[in-house]
């Protein structure tokens, strides 16, 4: 089973960028489906977008459609979110989590890293 560690969060103002990071341990990692979710003050955690197990298949939340763009690198069991034209209602603590390709939920997360956007 993977471990997940995010890094990469801080503050940014609106119409900047940030790239996030999520390193995981484990030598299985190029078998899990990655995702984001974030989870905003006062609110449920929040789905942002998803990468099959090879980086090819990608899935995103609408509301973050064209701005965010999720890759991984499988050889340094990394998977980034990067993150442009930030609209202060990004932000949110984000999480990176993973699944098994059998898997039905994302059963492992990271700690969160948190993001700020000032209007």
């Known amino acids: 089973q993977v471990q997940l560690v995010e890094s990469g969060g801080g503050l940014v103002q609106a119409g900047g960028s940030l790239r996030l990071s999520c390193a995981a341990s484990?030598?299985?990692?190029?078998?899990?489906?990655m995702a984001w979710f974030r989870q905003a003050p006062g609110k449920g955690r929040e789905f942002v977008a998803h990468i099959g197990w090879s980086g090819k298949s990608t899935y995103y939340a609408d509301s973050v459609k064209g701005r965010f763009t999720i890759s991984r690198d499988n050889a340094k069991n990394t998977v980034y979110l990067q993150m442009n034209s930030l609209k202060p209602e990004d932000t949110a603590a984000y999480y990176c989590a993973a699944r098994t390709v059998t898997a039905t939920t994302f059963e492992i997360w990271g700690q969160g890293t948190l993001v700020t956007v000032s209007s």
């Open positions: 484990g030598r299985t990692f190029s078998s899990y489906v």
